[in-house]
Structures are given as structure tokens and as C-alpha cells.
């Protein structure tokens, strides 16, 4: 992003941002609930439009093909009619992945999510973090180039934020090198619990 601004309503949300994120690197955004986090990752969704500045992948104008990124959402947006295991699937199904295929390439990754023998739930049926960590692996399954985790909180407890970590690398996450920016709120003690996963902090804690 170079020298991004967006206006929303009265509100100048975001001034004058500029950031680099580099292959294979997993980069937190540390930020007051309010300084606009979630609005940086609709800039690059392409839910919203910067009104300066501009977006650039590999230095030519970012595409919104659906293809660059996989997005976690900061609510979780699990579809309460459909199993766990087929909430996980959702992306790669809309990447028209077979279902049954979809299912045989998530299924082992439960372990390490922390969801084993809920694969057959509903979302309703699942605590907070583990439906947070449904989410993750919903996006991170998807390897696409670059991941976007708004508030990942599945990692505030050390047992999942480990057991994410590896599931993570397991779902071909640097392998396929991916780029991650993952915006935190600044509660004190989350840059260092997730310290073990990141690259770098914006801005330094
Ligand atoms: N559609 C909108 N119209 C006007 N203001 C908006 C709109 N959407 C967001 N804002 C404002 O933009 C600012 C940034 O919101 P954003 O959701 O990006 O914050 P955040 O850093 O993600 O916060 P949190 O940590 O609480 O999730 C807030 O002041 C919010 O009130
Ligand atoms: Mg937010």
C-alpha cells in the first residue's frame, strides 16, 4: 500500500498509510479497536475503495480477481445450517474444489485446529474459540498467495495459537509461501502471545 486514505463518513479512517508486506511473511497489525483495521482489509478486498493512494502487488496495480486472497473475517460468518466439516470446505468449494475431495483434504487438519470429533457439528454447538479456529482453517486451507486474519483470537490461549501455528505450516502455508497480515487489537498481552507466529508488528509494540 502506498500512501493509502480513506474517508468514511466525517471520519478520516485511515491517512497516509504506506506498508510492505514481503513473500512468505506473516505481519501483524497492532491498533486501538477503532484505528481502522478491519478498514485496511477492505481496502484489499476490494470492499471498499481507497479514495488516495494506491494498491500494488509485485509493483503492478492490485486485481480484484478473487484469486489473491483468502479472507477471515473478524466475525467468524459460519453458516449455522451447514456442518463444521462443510464450513471448512466453503472456499475451496467456491474455488470449485469436489466436495468430496474438499472434505478428504480438511479432514486431517482437525487435529491440529484443535477440533477433532466436532467435524459433524453445527456452529452452534461450538465455544467461541473453537468456532474462531473453524474460521482460521477455513481460510488458511484455501492457500491462496496471501491470507488475511482480522483478529484470529483463536490464538489467545497458548495450547491453540501453537496447534494453529502447525496447522498453518500443514495446510501449505509457507510452503506455498504465503503473505499474512494479521491485525490485532492492542490489548497488551496479544504481540506477545502471538509472537511465536510473526514475522513483524505494525507498528512495534
Ligand atoms: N461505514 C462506515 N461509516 C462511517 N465510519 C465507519 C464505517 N465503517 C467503519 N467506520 C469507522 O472507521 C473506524 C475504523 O473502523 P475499523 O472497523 O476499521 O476499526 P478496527 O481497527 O478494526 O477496530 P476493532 O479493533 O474494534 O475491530 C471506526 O472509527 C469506525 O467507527
Ligand atoms: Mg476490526
Known amino acids: 500500500m502506498r500512501n493509502v486514505g480513506v ?20 505481519v501483524s497489525i497492532l491498533g486501538p479497536s477503532g484505528a481502522g483495521k478491519s ?30 486472497f483468502a479472507f477471515m473475517p473478524q ?3 459460519l453458516m449455522p445450517w451447514r456442518r463444521i466439516i462443510d464450513n471448512v470446505i466453503l472456499g475451496l468449494e467456491v474455488q470449485g474444489v469436489p466436495r468430496a475431495e474438499a472434505r478428504a483434504r480438511a479432514l486431517p487438519l482437525f487435529v491440529e485446529f484443535g477440533l477433532e470429533g466436532f467435524e459433524q457439528r453445527y456452529p452452534a454447538e461450538l465455544s467461541g474459540g473453537m468456532r474462531q479456529r473453524a474460521a482460521l482453517l477455513r481460510t488458511v ?12 483470537s483463536a490464538c489467545s490461549t497458548r495450547s491453540p495459537a501453537h496447534r494453529c501455528s502447525a496447522g498453518w505450516k500443514t495446510a501449505g502455508g509457507p510452503r506455498a509461501g504465503p503473505r499474512c497480515l ?3 487489537m492492542c490489548a ?6 502471538i509472537a511465536s507466529m510473526c514475522c513483524r508488528a505494525v507498528p512495534p509494540a
Open 7 to 26: 474517508t468514511l463518513g466525517e471520519t478520516a479512517v485511515l491517512d497516509d498509510v504506506s506498508l510492505h508486506v514481503g513473500q512468505g511473511e506473516f
Open 39 to 68: 478498514t485496511l482489509f477492505r481496502l484489499l478486498t476490494g470492499a471498499l475503495a481507497p479514495d488516495r493512494g494506491e494498491i500494488l502487488r509485485d509493483c503492478a496495480p492490485l486485481k480484484l480477481d478473487g484469486q489473491t
Open 75 to 77: 466475525r467468524d460468518a
Open 141 to 152: 486451507i484455501q492457500a491462496r498467495p496471501i491470507q488475511l486474519l482480522d483478529e484470529p
Open 182 to 184: 494479521s491485525p490485532m
Open 188 to 193: 497488551r498481552r496479544w504481540p506477545f502471545r
